[in-house]
């Protein structure tokens, strides 16, 4: 089965340090969205890609937060400067949506996230 | 956004079947109710969507109530692996793109 492949599964850092979360799509998907999961606030959109265009981000702090895709098979979710409060895990998931749709009622198709631990 | 409601916790036997509850009183006409489950350690996983009618695949079995302000994952036949925790969610069948994941049930099975 294809699969959305995260990198890395694991991240440790401090606080101040810049980090990057990169996301591999499944191939022929062409929408990507970004979510955080903690255990207070559960999974959260951050951001959500259509055809590697940015379609939404309000779900992001603004300031320290970029998402972006360089290309159809890679997404990548920036924090620069991190925060103890980022600490979460970050799940980026792949679907189709039709031609003339913003979105899809299709599944969307999840990684196994980072897990990102900010000192 | 129309939400859904759902038990906190559920226990089942292994072996037997589940019945997951899932209420969306303020769903639209146009809402399909799609079910994600989510295993430790792991990204959330579909597992079923419908509209209307029920619908039956190789994980579970969706039975919609005929007002369809109520829905019920049924599995059926529970097995260690089945422990996770279970999210019902509404999308429009127009195709938006925001999902709100609640709280989910978090299914407990024993052996």
């Known amino acids: 089965d294809a699969r959305v492949t995260q990198t890395p599964r694991h991240k440790v850092t401090e606080m101040g340090q810049e980090v990057t979360m990169r996301c591999q799509p499944i191939l022929g998907h062409n929408t990507v969205f970004w979510y955080r999961q903690t255990m207070m606030q559960g999974l959260e959109l951050l951001a959500y890609f259509r055809n590697r265009a940015p379609l939404d981000d309000s779900g992001m702090p603004k300031d320290r937060f970029s998402a972006e895709m360089p290309d159809a098979t890679l997404a990548t979710l920036k924090i620069q400067p991190s925060e103890p409060r980022d600490s979460a895990v970050y799940f980026c998931a792949s679907g189709l949506a039709p031609d003339g749709q913003i979105g899809t009622n299709q599944p969307q198709h999840f990684g196994d996230g980072t897990r990102l631990s900010i000192l | ?111």
Not at chain 2, 32 to 38: A, G, S
Not at chain 2, 78 to 104: M, N
Request: net charge neutral.
């Open chain 2, 1 to 111: 956004d129309a939400k859904t409601t759902q038990p906190n916790s559920m226990e089942s036997n292994e072996e037997e079947p589940v019945h997951l509850p899932c209420n969306h009183s303020t769903i639209s006409g146009t809402d399909y109710i799609h079910w994600y489950r989510q295993l430790p350690s792991q990204g959330p996983e579909y597992v079923i969507h419908g509209l209307t009618s029920n619908v039956n695949n190789r994980m579970a079995s969706l039975a919609i109530a005929e007002d369809r302000k109520s829905s019920t994952l049924i599995l059926h036949r529970a097995t260690l692996r089945d422990a996770a925790v279970y999210y019902c969610i509404l999308r429009p069948q127009s195709g938006g793109f925001k999902t709100i994941f609640g709280a989910g049930t978090r299914l407990f099975v024993k052996a």
